[in-house]
């Protein structure tokens, strides 16, 4: 496995190595020569070469992997270990109880109950498999992206997906890349990679020709990637890449293969082979045991066959499935949408929470966080001469600008009647700044410019330090360079502010102009944490799950975002030092480290598998191209609705907001889900367990079987039934403060311990019947019974031994689903109250009705209800001594 897995590496390395050589060479050609290699025009493609682009480079749509059909889906549901045991048990029930037999003898209803299992069975896990399939559909995008493409010499707008190699491509600000491109002309051009690199800023891109280019994923200044966004500014260029060959696709591709089996699907897979294994060992057992000695092997055969339905928790995927599909409802009202209902209880397994920065722990929104003077002190004249700058200029505003204005109309008294505009000289890309001219209502004029640091101070012969404005020297110039890489440091992107008054000119102003000018200070921005960040963190620690912060963005950014929100950094560790890591070292890496930055996706997901290696249940939750892999090999993939598609794709949970809160909760209901899941498999198993281990001892030693094989799966209808009520239940609240794994060791250990403890008050319940009840009422004990009266002694026995099973059965879930005192301390749910009493109610009235005579039973004596309820007694004070030697000796109970 190992080996396959390098090889793979190896293979994926490859590829990339080949697109970087490609885009490299694609960097560095002229227009000209990018038009012949494409055999395109500046006049764009006609329909013979854009066909011929087609068939040669492929078609620009990306594949998520394939949809399961319909017909898959009904045999999942519906072909499960338990219900091809069901199945199997019920042809075999068909032959012996109504082909073999005579006409008179002829019996279906075992059969009918069995098949009953199965059908309700698979038909309720279908149904929420279908629905649970809807709502994610209906969160898929249904706007259809289109482009400006130049087609015959005229720009016009066609769908993404027609979009061929060689097409000319005209952005404007708000458009997504449809492809990858080679910029051939730019204007003022940001373009947000968020998505592909988890950066928060936009970044700047140009036409120029890159010669000797090293170009690095996502970074090259001439190409533009399919998947991000133009932020401000336009563009033209000419499409390198469709479809699958983009850097799009290539993530695409690696999402197409089959995902990872989660935790939970691994413990309902290991605890089905359990229990069917008890299964394989006692139904043997049981037949030889009752076929020796009671010389009827057919009747041996069938109660053995009963034995093996009563052992079977046949509901176990109907109970699953319910659980999870409330759980999901419950989640629903709070804002997050279920596309794999599995995905509920690996929230409540979750100890690992590995999620991206931007977006999650940020606001993913760029804001003016200082506006200081060079002193670095808060200055209001500084800001309010930035917004002058921004709110005058005519250009399309950036992040930048619009986080400036946002901040002046909330701290400033802001009135523009008081000034005017005179001129401006527009941003490009060699300057790196912009300046306006603004004249006021006393007609002083003034030049103000922002534009990056270095810059700035190549333009500014003076600084106002303290209100006092003095010449720049290399001395003062260091310290505003030291006050900036403070500033940068702390993950802030830095610009700045210089003025000049009653600038002289002649004509328009121009670049020339911006010359001896006073720097007045500087702007700080910063993407910040969200408000509630650091309280969802807390919860999640206090619930016992682990947050790993794995972004592409830099590390000054990072640890600033970090430290604001609580997370302690003992070392940033980064894709470059992961990428030299062997799996052993990294195994141990991602233990120690908190945070890695710098990371491409097949490192995200690299950390993420070491993790699962590790044996932690992990979570990724991401909203990027970048993400998807990752979110792919985690045991559940989350995202938000506002993702892009391909992580929307990968992602078992979709968020309707991003927020960690919601997150918290949703893993509270995970853990919740989880419980009353395994109250049913542990209290079912260890009761199935003991009452088939009952029956057992009294095959050997009753002159007759113990409980008829309709009894019996009457008797499971019934305990089924009332167990349908679990997923209304709720857990003690000490039970959700920490993960929740699914062991199958665990339940076999619980059927071990609690098994048997029933078992004691199922003998109590046979001798008080064999010895004292059933004597006193039919005149004898069994052996001087005439046939008649021993009929009536066997129905009479069977009656009393279905009520207390029934009894003992339902009042121990009461008693299992938590280990404080059952009524006392913890209570159930009123839905699980209700339903579990009428069961009880039902099953006592049985033996006293004509369909109770039909499955052999007969009325109760009074004298036996007054045992049956010093038996429960003992009963459950017993069960609650042993729960307390179970959690002490093994941590916990369910």
């Given at each position: 496995m190992l080996v396959f897995t390098e090889v793979k590496e190896k293979i994926e390395m490859e590829k990339k190595r080949v697109i970087r050589k490609s885009y490299v060479a694609f960097s560095e050609m002229n227009k000209q020569e990018l038009f012949a290699f494409f055999h395109s025009t500046n006049q764009g493609m006609n329909e013979a070469k854009i066909e011929e682009s087609r068939e040669k480079y492929g078609e620009n749509s990306i594949s998520y992997g394939k949809k399961s059909p319909f017909f898959l889906e009904v045999l999942k549901a519906y072909v499960t270990p338990f219900t091809l045991v069901l199945i199997a048990l019920g042809v075999i029930s068909f032959?012996?109880?109504?082909?073999?037999?005579?006409?008179?003898?002829?019996d279906l209803f075992g059969v009918i109950i069995i098949f009953s299992m199965v059908l309700v069975s698979g038909t309720m896990t279908l149904?929420?498999?279908?629905?649970?399939?809807?709502?994610?559909?209906?969160?898929?995008?249904?706007?259809?992206?289109?482009?400006?493409?130049?087609?015959?010499?005229?720009?016009?707008?066609?769908?993404?997906?027609?979009?061929?190699?060689?097409?000319?491509?005209?952005?404007?600000?708000?458009?997504?890349?449809?492809?990858?491109?080679?910029?051939?002309?730019?204007?003022?051009?940001?373009?947000?990679?968020?998505?592909?690199?988890?950066e928060s800023y936009p970044v700047e891109k140009q036409a120029n020709i890159h010669k000797n280019a090293s170009f690095s994923e996502a970074s090259d200044e001439n190409i533009a990637f399919m998947g991000s966004n133009v932020i401000s500014g336009s563009a033209k260029g000419i499409v390198l890449s469709v479809g699958k060959q983009t850097m799009f696709g290539h993530v695409a591709q690696i999402l197409?293969?089959?995902?990872?089996?989660?935790?939970?699907?691994?413990?309902?897979?290991?605890?089905?082979?359990?229990?069917?294994?008890?299964?394989?060992?006692?139904?043997?057992?049981?037949?030889?045991?009752?076929?020796?000695?009671?010389?009827?092997?057919?009747?041996?055969?069938?109660?053995?066959?009963?034995?093996?339905?009563g052992l079977t928790p046949e509901?176990?995927?109907?109970?699953?499935?319910?659980?999870?599909?409330?759980?999901?409802?419950?989640?629903a009202k709070k804002g997050t949408v279920i596309k794999n209902l599995n995905a509920i209880q690996n929230f409540g397994a979750i100890d690992v929470l590995c999620t991206d920065k931007t977006g999650t722990l940020t606001q993913d929104k760029i804001i003016l966080e200082y506006h200081l003077n060079c002193a670095g002190k808060e200055d209001d004249?500084?800001?309010?001469?930035?917004?002058?700058?921004?709110?005058?200029?005519?250009?399309?505003?950036n992040l930048l600008d619009v986080a400036i204005i946002t901040e002046a109309e909330q701290t400033l008294a802001t009135d523009e009647s008081k000034y005017c505009k005179v001129d401006e000289i527009p941003f490009d890309f060699e300057r790196r700044r912009m300046s306006v001219v603004v004249e006021d209502v006393a007609g002083k004029t003034q030049m103000i410019t922002k534009g990056a640091i270095e810059e700035m101070l190549s333009i500014s012969n003076y600084i106002d330090l303290e209100g006092v404005v003095n010449p720049l020297t290399n001395e003062k110039r260091a310290y505003v360079l030291a006050k900036v890489k403070e500033l940068n440091e702390e993950g802030m992107r830095v610009i700045g502010v210089a003025q000049k008054t009653n600038p002289s000119v002649v004509g328009e102003f121009s670049i020339k102009d911006e010359s001896d000018m006073v720097l007045i200070g500087y702007l700080a921005f910063l993407d910040p944490p969200k408000a509630t960040t650091k309280q969802a963190l807390n919860a999640l620690k206090d619930h016992g799950v682990a947050v790993k912060v794995l972004t592409g963005d830099n590390e000054s950014v990072t640890r600033c975002v970090c430290r604001q929100v609580g997370i302690e950094i003992n070392e940033l560790i980064t894709g470059e030092k992961i990428s030299k890591m062997d799996d052993h070292t990294l195994s141990q890496v991602v233990e120690d480290h908190e945070v890695f930055v710098k990371l491409n996706p097949q490192q995200k997901a690299r950390l993420t598998t070491a993790l699962r290696q590790n044996g932690h249940t992990v979570g990724f939750l991401g909203d990027g191209i970048n993400d998807a892999p990752a979110m792919k090999v985690a045991d559940i993939g989350i995202s938000v609705d506002t993702a892009v598609d391909i992580a929307k794709e990968s992602a078992d949970v979709i968020l309707l907001e991003k927020d960690l809160m919601i997150l918290e909760k949703g893993i509270l209901s995970g853990r919740e889900t989880f419980g009353n899941i395994m109250k049913y498999i542990k209290a079912t198993a260890s009761s199935n367990f003991g009452?088939?281990?009952?029956?057992?001892?009294?095959?050997?030693?009753?002159?007759?079987?113990?409980?008829?094989?309709?009894?019996?799966?009457?008797?499971?209808?019934?305990?089924?039934?009332?167990?349908?009520?679990?997923?209304?239940?709720?857990?003690?609240?000490?039970?959700?403060?920490?993960?929740?794994?699914?062991?199958?060791?665990?339940?076999?250990?619980?059927?071990?311990?609690?098994?048997?403890?029933?078992?004691?008050?199922?003998?109590?319940?046979?001798?008080?019947?064999?010895?004292?009840?059933?004597?006193?009422?039919?005149?004898?004990?069994?052996?001087t019974l005439d046939t008649k009266q021993q009929i009536v002694f066997i129905s009479l026995f069977h009656a009393g031994w279905v009520v207390e099973s029934l009894w003992s059965q339902t009042l121990v879930l009461h008693a299992l689903r938590t280990p404080k005192i059952p009524f006392l301390q913890s209570h159930a749910t009123f839905t699980m109250f209700i339903v579990t009493t009428l069961g009880i109610v039902v099953g006592s009235v049985l033996p006293f009705t004509g369909f109770g005579l039909e499955l052999g039973l007969m009325p109760l004596p009074g004298e036996y209800w007054m045992w049956l309820v010093v038996t429960i007694l003992a009963y459950l004070t017993l069960v609650t001594i042993v729960k307390k030697f179970y959690v002490k000796k093994f941590g916990t109970l369910l």
């Open positions: 032959i012996t109880e109504y082909l073999l037999p005579v006409p008179k003898d002829k149904v929420q498999s279908v629905r649970s399939n809807q709502a994610a559909e209906k969160l898929k995008s249904l706007v259809k992206v289109t482009a400006a493409v130049k087609r015959n010499g005229s720009y016009i707008e066609i769908p993404m997906e027609e979009i061929v190699c060689g097409d000319l491509v005209r952005l404007s600000a708000g458009d997504m890349i449809p492809a990858d491109m080679r910029l051939l002309s730019t204007k003022d051009l940001f373009i947000s990679q968020a998505a592909l690199t988890g197409s293969e089959k995902p990872v089996q989660s935790s939970f699907e691994m413990g309902i897979s290991k605890t089905s082979m359990l229990l069917i294994k008890f299964m394989a060992l006692m139904a043997p057992t049981v037949i030889v045991i009752n076929g020796f000695t009671k010389g009827n092997w057919l009747q041996a055969f069938l109660f053995g066959l009963s034995v093996a339905v509901m176990l995927p109907m109970i699953v499935t319910t659980n999870l599909v409330k759980g999901a409802s419950k989640m004249r500084v800001l309010r001469h930035a917004y002058l700058n921004s709110y005058y200029q005519t250009g399309l505003k009452n088939m281990f009952s029956v057992l001892a009294a095959s050997i030693f009753l002159p007759f079987l113990p409980m008829l094989p309709l009894q019996i799966l009457f008797l499971n209808l019934i305990y089924d039934v009332s167990c349908l009520s679990l997923p209304w239940d709720k857990m003690d609240k000490e039970y959700l403060n920490e993960p929740k794994k699914w062991e199958a060791s665990s339940i076999g250990r619980f059927m071990i311990y609690f098994g048997p403890t029933s078992s004691i008050f199922d003998v109590t319940t046979y001798l008080l019947m064999y010895f004292v009840i059933c004597p006193a009422v039919v005149g004898g004990s069994f052996h």
